[in-house]
C-alpha cells in the first residue's frame, strides 16, 4: 500500500491526510475482494523498517490502525472476514494490541476470506526467528537435521497459516519487495502499478485480477505440461 506520503503532497496536504484516505482505500479494497471470492488478502500495514519514520508520523498510524479497526470490526463481520496478523506484535502500543487481539477474536469464526495484516513484519526477521527455533528443536533432539524440509520452515514462519501468494500487488510506480512475505511470494505474480495507494480503487484492484488471469503459471514446467 505504497504512495500514501506522495498522494498527500500532490494534494498540498499533510502527509497523514494520505494515510488517513489510504485507510478508506483499505476499506474498499478488502470489500473487493471478498466480494470476488479471493480467500485471503494479506495487507503490509506497518513493517520493521517504518518505525524509523518520525516520531509522530508513527504515533498517527499507530492512531489510525486502532480507529480503522474500531471502525471496519462490524463490516468484516458483515462480509464474513476473519482478521489475522502477522509480525511482532510485542514492540506495538498496546491500544494497537488489544484493539487488534479483540477483533481478531470477534472474527474468528468467519469463513469467507482472512485478512491478514502485517504489522511490525519483516520477512527477514520472521526467517531469522523460524531459523533460531530449528536450530534450538535440533539441538533439544525435537527435530533430526535430516529431517528439516520446506513444511519444517513453513510451520515456523510467522506467516504459517498463510498459502503461497498468488498475486502480489504494489502501488505508487515503486518496484520493490521491501522484505514482504519473502519466503511465500517464490512464485508469485508481480504486478505494480503507478496509482497511489489513496487514488487505488476497485476497479483498479478488478484491472490486476484481469492481468494476474491472463498469466501463464508455470512453476518451472513448459506450457505443453500445464494444458
Ligand atoms: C506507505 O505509503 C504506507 C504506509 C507505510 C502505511 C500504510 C497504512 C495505511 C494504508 C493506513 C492504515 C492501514 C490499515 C490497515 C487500516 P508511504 O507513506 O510510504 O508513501 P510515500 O512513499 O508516498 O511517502
Known amino acids: 500500500m505504497d504512495g500514501n506520503g506522495r498522494w498527500a503532497k500532490k494534494a498540498g496536504k499533510k502527509r497523514f491526510a494520505g494515510h488517513t484516505r489510504g485507510a478508506e482505500t483499505v476499506s474498499e479494497i478488502v470489500e473487493e475482494a471478498a466480494r470476488k471470492k479471493i480467500k485471503f488478502l494479506t495487507l503490509f500495514a506497518f513493517s520493521t523498517e517504518n518505525w524509523n519514520r518520525p516520531k509522530k508520523e508513527v504515533n498517527l498510524l499507530m492512531k489510525l490502525l486502532v480507529s480503522s479497526l474500531k471502525k471496519e470490526f462490524s463490516r468484516l463481520n458483515k462480509n464474513k472476514i476473519k482478521l489475522c496478523s502477522v509480525g511482532d506484535l510485542n514492540s506495538l502500543p498496546n491500544s494497537v494490541k488489544d ?7 470477534k472474527t474468528k469464526k468467519n469463513k469467507k476470506m482472512v485478512l491478514t495484516l502485517a ?12 531459523v533460531k527455533t530449528i536450530s534450538n528443536k535440533v539441538k533439544n533432539s525435537i527435530i533430526s537435521p535430516e529431517k528439516v524440509d520446506e ?6 514462519l510467522y506467516t504459517r ?14 518496484e520493490r519487495i521491501s ?8 512464485y508469485a505474480e508481480l504486478y ?3 496509482t497511489l495507494w489513496p487514488d487505488f480503487k476497485k476497479e483498479d484492484f478488478q484491472k490486476a485480477l484481469i492481468n494476474y488471469k491472463k498469466r501463464e503459471r508455470r512453476f518451472g514446467k513448459t506450457s505443453e505440461q500445464i494444458i
Do not use: C, Q
Open 151 to 156: 513444511s519444517t520452515i513453513i510451520s515456523h
Open 99 to 105: 484493539e487488534l487481539m479483540f477483533v481478531i477474536e
Open 192 to 194: 505494480f502499478t503507478k
Open 179 to 186: 522484505n514482504f512475505l519473502l519466503w511465500h511470494i517464490a
Open 161 to 174: 497459516n498463510l498459502p503461497p501468494v498468488d498475486l502480489l500487488i504494489r502501488t505508487s510506480g515503486e
Open 119 to 130: 504489522l511490525n513484519y519483516g520477512a527477514k526477521e520472521e526467517i531469522i526467528e523460524a
